[in-house]
């Protein structure tokens, strides 16, 4: 049976995995807001949208992931599909991409995945019960279902680096303020990893092995490319939207024990020393 993976939101991240299985003749689709096409086909997809004839799209899909946020309605897929999805005979595998924000905050503490979610922001409350609705149509369909706490995401064209020569970064001090990431290519065997071994009900977070406030970074990256780093501005008085607000509500270290110890994942990049210096090169 020739292994078949489908993405419900084949951007980014997705795409990172996507490319990797395409090399193992894996066969690969999924969706995008706009329906294009390459280098994969991809159907359109949003709330409002489904898709046309889910059962037969999705028929010969050994393995789902789910990359697409929730909305304030709760996860579109699951809601248009979850019934398609539970009764489809060759899926032996779901991952459903989520988040660390659903710890909320823990003032710079560690936490793992048996810490109780305890989400600061309404972006992270979606996430917890769009993780219960995923590992429940798991349990009464019987397919494994395993969920995906992402740190923040960084790999080529999405960096410090990048953002540093386009002249948007800023240097943002919080006092106590750290933030955990994972490099795209690390994220992309980490959920191979778990297509190898699935187990029911798994959760994972998906980080490196180091934490760091996020001015370190930018004036690691700016040192890289032998730049001068952006001033340091004060985060209780920096002009900051909204969203980019937000994400400093949140500090907290994020344990990676599990991944290494029941997936066997070793890290290409434990730090961001290394993930930018690899992508400079």
């Known amino acids: 049976m020739q292994a078949a993976l489908f993405c419900f939101g084949l951007g980014y991240s997705a795409g990172f995995l996507a490319r990797d299985l395409a090399g193992k003749a894996w066969t690969i689709a999924g969706t995008s807001r706009d329906g ?3 280098p994969f086909r991809l159907d359109r997809f949003a709330r409002g949208q489904p898709l046309a004839d889910a059962a037969k799209r999705l028929a010969d899909t050994t393995h789902l992931l789910i990359s697409i946020p929730p909305d304030d309605a709760g996860c579109p897929v699951l ?5 398609e999805i539970a009764a489809l005979r ?9 988040s660390t924000n659903v710890y ?14 305890a989400p600061s922001g309404e972006r992270g409350r979606r996430r917890v019960a769009a993780e219960a609705g995923w590992l429940a149509l798991g349990a009464r369909s019987g397919i494994p279902v395993q969920v995906f706490r992402l740190a923040g995401i960084y790999g080529p064209g999405r960096s410090a680096l990048d953002a540093l020569r386009a002249g948007t970064a800023r240097r943002i001090v919080k006092p106590g303020q750290v933030f955990s990431r ?3 290519a690390d994220l992309a065997a980490v959920l191979e990893a778990s297509m190898a ?32 780093p952006p001033p340091i501005e004060d985060f209780a008085t920096a002009a900051l939207a909204p969203l980019a607000k937000s994400f400093y509500d949140d500090s907290k270290r994020v344990s990676n024990r599990r991944i290494k110890e029941e997936l066997g994942v070793a890290l290409r990049y434990p730090s961001y020393r290394e993930g930018l210096a690899a992508l400079l090169t």
């Open 36 to 38: 294009a096409t390459a």
């Open 79 to 83: 809601d248009a599909h979850g019934d």
């Open 90 to 98: 060759r899926l032996r595998w779901i991952g459903y991409l989520s």
């Open 104 to 117: 909320g905050d823990q003032a710079g503490g560690w936490v793992d995945e048996v810490t109780p979610p």
């Open 182 to 184: 994972i490099h795209v």
């Open 197 to 228: 071994r699935p187990r029911a009900g798994a959760i994972y977070n998906v980080c490196d092995d180091t934490p760091s406030p996020p001015d370190e970074v930018i004036a690691y990256a700016a040192a890289l490319l032998g730049m001068a």
